[in-house]
């Protein structure tokens, strides 16, 4: 594509009639035609004979940064006068996706855009392709803090996101053979057109060293390694608003003066270099292993990098600011910063805080203690054991010296208020301390920390909520009855409704006569009085037909399968993990496929046609997961190639889960499946994408599943299995032998040892699912208790769907009743309920 088009792209690629000009403002295609050219000619990173849609996607992308840059300098600039309080939402992972689609759909110029490329011999859906999927997070709780900053920046509230600028983010998934194989993902190849380098925030961060004692019994941590912290900038425009925030990315690196010119004149090339390759190794990928001490030090200290950089980049704004008519003292730091913890890995932000004020800005103790505790908040997102973070005491002394200094003085406070004031806790103690110094661990507890002290803790779905105040921190409440909090998450309706479904969303703004409901999710509602409107249900049809084709097209191209737009599209897609029950999902399948084999024709011809697809990452080290992805993949082999039941069924494994493929899938789908054992997914935000999008749900009674039901009628929810009071005593009684399988679970664990899915030995994950007790065994996901009941929930959508005008009633209901589960709705409460912060519209000239 690209050379000699009729429509004026010369021979050179690019279009020759069109002139190169500047007009970053203009909202005339032309112009705008003109502007991206001027890009592909003074803004060049290719050689100039080519004008293909990669070339184009970075024209399109730098011409739309043009006008974000326009804005955001403005916003920059008005809260700068504003002085208003701002929120900092730190996180180690954000998972953006693709930002040209959204970028021209915020700032409400997609038309122009697409008739400007349309002048330049491209197509805009063809262009945004070419973008690779900025992929700086592992799943649900990046994709949170992506959705946050949408709405932050949405409301006109004034925010910033803090994070590290990964040079891979999350690896890429392709399927072999041997099931998942990892690649690294490199969303920096070439360049990223929506970084901004910021050469003037550059803050020194220390690692190691050791703490000095002055004279006056001040103290300061000193040696050690500095590595800089730089700040790249993301834009982040709000819907149909001038506000645009900022992504402020750390990228590490060695100060140019730390190379040793004389080391490298002398040869020893490697060594001279060192300190470069340690500040690389810093940002170079999202969770290294940590399966050796070098991965957990590596960890610690990205950790770490993100807190610091963060801390010092807001106290440098808060005193740049203080300085005001009415100069501001640092007891009112807490009435200009909030900081919120993104789950645990920022913990270290609480004794940087107290290090930077006490240290460097010579306040005392209680003082700071005041400032920090007034400033930061927490939101915990696992109650899995093993994702609550511990840290070994000796990798902290060694790595951060005075921050232990700093832990362990607020554990020793802590503990003397116990003692003091509530003797009844005295044996709980040591489970609610911040250092477990029992000798066989040692560890830093960071939730403890978190919860000692934020001064408000917040779960992210209502059962997580009473789950943590009655369980993990139930003995906390006791001291703190009024710092815990329920913040149900949610997602924003621009990307995952407006922009990836525009079939849909022309629907209901037509049905709804207004688009308000883009930036006001409640008025879906009133979808419910046309639920049984044969011409709403038939335009509603449409939609889901022409998206599933286009979802069937898209698998075809990817993996070679086809598959049967008429039948039913089931989908689970979230990263792997055994608490979510991908296994669950695949019995279910193979059992069905038996019963299918077993079937006459003419039995077979009563059955729902169903394509059940499944797709998510598995961590690299993590054997089960992988073992499932293969399962997954095997399965599809042996049922997709079988002439007897392949038009009534099909397995597929969608490679490479990410944003990008998400916004395909979710808006072609039917049924989703949101299956983890209960009381073990915190929210879940992908089950709020697909009820949003018009596709049931089946699930258990687990996290945000739970209001979802609530919200859209438990008659539209396909529910099943144990409920979370009830998983402890199943756990118990499956120790003790007196669980009993039923004959279906048998049947279906006993078809894959039977080999019929080939020869892979999957007597070791199948082995998890057998016995009482043990590692790895006794079924602690409780698959064996859960399946006849998912099996029965399964038949009722079989037959549900067969009663077409029912099931689109169903689906008109989900998208009517997902008004809760906006992400603008979770940020407002967070900015009223936790961060005490007002909108900050720039209202000096009004350019929308
Ligand atoms: C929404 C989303 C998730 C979270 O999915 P859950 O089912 O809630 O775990 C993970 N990955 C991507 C790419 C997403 O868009």
Redesign the pocket.
């Known amino acids: 594509m690209g050379t000699e088009k009729a429509n004026g792209v010369s021979k050179h690629g690019i279009a020759s009639k069109i002139p190169a000009e500047a007009h970053p403002l203009s909202e005339e295609p032309t112009e705008i035609a003109s502007n991206i050219n001027y890009h592909a000619q003074f803004s060049p990173h290719f050689s100039p004979l080519k004008f293909e849609p990669e070339q184009a996607f970075y024209a399109t992308a730098e011409s739309v940064r043009d006008r974000l840059i326009q804005q955001w300098n403005e916003t920059y600039l008005h809260f700068h006068e504003a002085n208003p309080k701002q929120t900092y939402y730190l996180s180690m992972e954000y998972?953006q996706?693709r930002a040209l689609t959204n970028a021209v759909g915020n700032l409400n110029i997609q038309d122009a855009y697409a008739d400007a490329l349309n002048k330049l011999g491209h197509q805009l859906e063809e262009v945004v392709e070419q973008e690779k999927d900025a992929?700086l997070?592992?799943?649900?709780l990046?994709?949170?803090a992506s959705c946050f900053l949408d709405s932050m920046a949405t409301l006109n509230l004034p925010a910033w996101g803090y994070g590290l600028r990964y040079r891979h983010g999350l690896f890429k998934q392709l399927i072999t053979k041997e099931g998942q194989a990892e690649v690294p993902e490199d969303w920096l190849e070439k360049f990223s057109p929506w970084e901004i380098v910021r050469h003037d925030v550059v803050f020194p961060v220390r690692f190691f060293g050791q703490v000095q004692v002055n004279p006056d019994g001040s103290r300061k941590w000193v040696d050690g390694e500095i590595i800089q912290a730089l700040a790249y900038d993301v834009p982040i425009p709000g819907y149909k608003t001038k506000n645009t925030i900022s992504l402020r990315l750390w990228e590490a690196k060695a100060c140019a003066t730390d190379f040793d010119l004389f080391q490298f004149n002398d040869g020893q090339y490697e060594s001279s270099l060192q300190i470069h390759s340690r500040a690389q190794q810093i940002c170079a990928v999202l969770y290294p292993g940590d399966a050796t001490e070098g991965g957990k030090l590596l960890r610690l200290k990205q950790q770490f990098f993100l807190c610091s950089a963060s801390l010092q980049d807001i106290i440098f704004r808060f005193k740049e600011r203080k300085e005001g008519k009415t100069p501001l003292q640092w007891s009112e730091f807490p009435s200009k910063v909030a900081v919120q913890l993104n789950d645990t890995h920022p913990t270290l932000a609480i004794p940087e805080l107290m290090r930077l004020l006490m240290d460097d800005e010579g306040l005392g103790w209680d003082e700071a203690w005041d400032v920090t505790t007034r400033a930061i908040a927490y939101t915990n997102h696992t109650v899995l054991p093993e994702a609550l973070e511990k840290w070994s005491q000796s990798v902290m002394w060694k790595l951060l010296p005075r921050h232990m200094e700093i832990i362990t003085e607020i554990d020793k406070r802590f503990v003397e208020l116990i003692h003091s004031t509530r003797p009844d806790l005295e044996d709980k103690v040591n489970s609610m301390c911040i250092l477990d110094n029992n000798p066989q661990k040692s560890v830093v507890c960071m939730a403890n920390l978190c919860v000692v002290t934020s001064h408000t803790v917040n779960g992210v779905a209502q059962l997580h909520s009473d789950i943590l105040t009655s369980e993990l921190f139930a003995d906390y409440v006791s001291i703190w009855p009024t710092k815990f909090q329920n913040k149900t998450n949610g997602?924003t309706p621009r990307r995952w409704l407006r922009f990836c479904n525009p079939e849909l969303s022309n629907i209901i703004t037509k049905w709804l006569k207004t688009d308000e409901w883009v930036t006001n999710l409640d008025l879906l509602v009133n979808l419910r009085k046309f639920a049984d409107n044969e011409d709403l249900q038939a335009e509603w049809a449409a939609a889901k037909m022409a998206n599933k084709k286009r979802l069937a097209q898209y698998i075809h191209e990817i993996t070679g399968v086809s598959i049967d737009p008429n039948s039913l599209f089931d989908i689970q897609?979230?990263?792997i993990h055994e608490y979510?029950r991908q296994l669950l999902n695949i019995l279910g399948a193979i059992y069905m496929y038996k019963k299918l084999k077993e079937m006459s024709p003419e039995e077979r011809s009563n059955a729902t046609p169903r394509t059940i697809m499944i797709g998510?990452k598995a961590f690299a080290t993590y054997t089960n997961a992988k073992r499932i992805v293969k399962l997954v993949n095997d399965v599809g082999s042996v049922v997709n190639t079988d002439p007897e039941v392949n038009n009534y069924l099909k397995i597929v494994f969608v490679p490479n889960?990410?944003?990008s493929?998400?916004?395909m899938l979710i808006p072609g789908s039917e049924l989703s499946q949101?299956i983890s054992t209960a009381g073990m997914?915190a929210?879940?935000?992908?089950?709020?994408?697909f009820a949003l999008n018009g596709c049931l749900v089946i699930g258990t009674l687990d996290?945000a599943n739970v209001e979802i039901r609530e919200e859209i009628g438990e008659d539209n929810f396909f529910l099943f299995g144990a409920t979370a009071d009830e998983v402890p005593k199943l756990r118990k009684d499956r120790e003790n032998g007196l669980f009993k399988p039923d004959p279906r679970f048998e049947e279906a664990k006993e078809f894959i040892r039977s080999g019929a899915f080939g020869s892979y030995d999957y007597n070791p994950l199948l082995d998890s699912l057998e016995g009482n007790t043990g590692y790895g065994r006794g079924d602690y996901f409780l698959v064996g208790h859960d399946f006849p009941s998912y099996m029965d929930a399964q038949a009722k959508v079989d037959e549900a769907y067969k009663d077409q005008k029912k099931w689109l009633k169903m689906s008109i209901l989900s998208t009517a009743g997902s008004g809760k589960f906006s992400s603008d709705r979770t940020i407002a409460q967070y900015a009223k309920e936790i961060w005490n912060i007002e909108e900050c519209p720039d209202c000096r000239d009004e350019m929308i």
């Open positions: 998972l996706g992929a997070g592992n799943g649900g990046g994709r949170l997602i897609v979230k990263r979510k998510g889960y990410n944003v493929v998400a916004e949101h997914e929210s879940g935000t992908s089950n709020m994408k996290g």
